[in-house]
């Protein structure tokens, strides 16, 4: 099956889903964001393998249609309430494993959305940044529950302080992604990986990743209520806002402190 926003395709029990909006580079808009939580949701697979269509993975949020909308990020904020957020609930506490095929950017929640998996495939033209800082933001919960655990509490820093944007193959060396191949054989090599899953006892596969999850993961309504609210509150600062119209300007952000 399929819709505007993500499309869906389940063979030999792999589910595949593609985000497609490749004119915005696969930005995600509130209508993405209902259709990844529902597919994640709803699909019986016994492994999932997330990619994006075109020249990206998930470039994070649409800027326009959710940061540089005042109605939209006046919305968000009333219907925001102190948890997880529905997409991120339903990737995080999903018993089926998830691979992320990441074929271009992977940036802002497109970088959340990567770190979600349980393994991450990168094609040689993948990069990688958590841009939140330079909008006047901070990360979602996985930026903190998972960040730190793949690359060093130190790396982890440097990538969420400063908004560097990495590509595939430093990606690989500090142990963000487990492969980095060439870009024709990343789908290949992610339903390769898909199938090996797929082949075992999904019963023994569900309850590995759920023990997983019970010992390596946080309290994820906890940092998410936590996240939620401090991205409320950053949403309406200076810096926030000054961040938002310098990246839809083509402009160096100028920051004051408010």
Known sequence: MGNDTVLYDEQGHIGVMTLNRPEAMNSLNPEAYQQLEDLVRSSTARALVITGNGRAFCAGDDVKQILGNPDSVAKAAQNETSRLTPAADALLNTNIPIIAAVNGAAVGWGMELALMADIRVAGESAKFGELF?????????????????????????????????????????????????????LMETALGIARKIASNPPLAV?????????????????????????????????????????????????????
């Open 206 to 258: 569900q309850a590995l990743k759920a023990g997983m999850r019970r010992t390596l993961d946080p309290d994820w309504n906890n940092i998410g209520a936590w996240a939620i609210e401090q991205i409320t509150r950053l949403r309406q600062t200076e810096d926030s806002k000054e961040g938002v119209q310098a990246f839809l300007e083509k402009r160096e952000a100028v920051y004051v402190g408010r």
């Open 133 to 185: 800082v330079i909008r006047g933001l901070c990360c979602d919960a996985p930026g903190f529950g998972r960040l730190a655990q793949l690359v060093g509490r130190e790396r982890a820093a440097e990538l969420l302080f400063t908004g560097e944007v990495i590509d595939a193959q430093t990606a690989h060396s500090i142990g963000l992604v487990s492969r980095c191949v060439a870009d024709d054989d």
